[in-house]
């Protein structure tokens, strides 16, 4: 879920409770939490409101001095439904976070993450592409996305969105500017090349 870089401090020091949005389909699910530049985010209430009807206090609690302000805010096709998000921060610890520090694996760990990347690389439209991504960010750490795309003769978008796979196995670690292999990622690169070939991931 994208948050707006004005927003993301008052998320996080609570201020800011609620977001409008305007989309053609409703993009976040209540009850669910998304992980976003601003943390780690509850969504407790989604509900489609009338912008004409948005109260002072919402608009308020969405950051804004006024209802009008809020509004104009706005952004999309206004024949598109307005989203009234109620959300807080998650400050508990990101499991993503605490499995990545998992270096001590099993062999029935080092099994599962295998199988888990050999699915991935069968629903890829591209073919596999799990050993070598995991490769080059071991071999080329902290280095720009979009060089690290070219050289696997990929795009830069579609490469990302296949390191977020690999993050939240826990195989992955995001940095300001590009990547490196978690504890655990480390731990399975090493365990799998210590191992007999069909053990890697195809």
Same mark, same amino acid.
């Given at each position: ?34 992980? !976003?530049? $601003? ?5 407790? =209430? @989604? %509900?489609?409101? &009338?912008? *004409?009807?948005?109260?002072?206090? #919402? ?73 070598? !991504?995991? $490769? ?5 750490? =902290? @280095? %720009?996305?979009? &060089?690290? *795309?070219?050289?696997?003769?990929? #795009? ?47």
């Amino acid at each position: 879920m994208l948050v707006e870089k004005r927003l993301q401090a008052g998320i996080r020091d609570g201020t800011i409770t609620v977001m409008f949005r305007r989309w053609r389909a409703r993009q976040v699910t209540a009850g669910e939490i998304y992980r !976003t530049a $601003a943390g780690r985010i509850a969504v407790d =209430e @989604v %509900r489609v409101v &009338d912008p *004409a009807k948005i109260t002072k206090k #919402d608009a308020r609690a969405a950051g804004f001095s006024a209802p009008d302000e809020a509004r104009a805010d706005l952004r999309g096709d206004p024949a598109d439904p307005v989203y009234l998000l109620r959300i807080r921060l998650v400050d508990t610890p990101d499991p993503r976070d605490e499995l990545a520090r998992s270096d001590r694996l099993t062999p029935s760990d080092v099994d599962e993450i295998t199988a888990r990347l050999a699915r991935l690389d069968a629903a890829s439209g591209e073919g596999p592409w799990t050993a070598a !991504t995991l $490769a080059i960010i071991a071999e080329r750490p =902290e @280095v %720009r996305a979009p &060089d690290l *795309a070219a050289t696997l003769g990929r #795009d830069t978008a579609p490469f990302k969105l296949d390191v977020r796979k690999l993050k939240n196995l826990g195989l992955t670690l995001s940095f300001p500017v590009g990547y490196r292999l978690s504890p655990r990622g480390a731990a399975y690169l090493a365990a799998v090349r210590s191992s007999p070939p069909h053990t890697a991931p195809r």
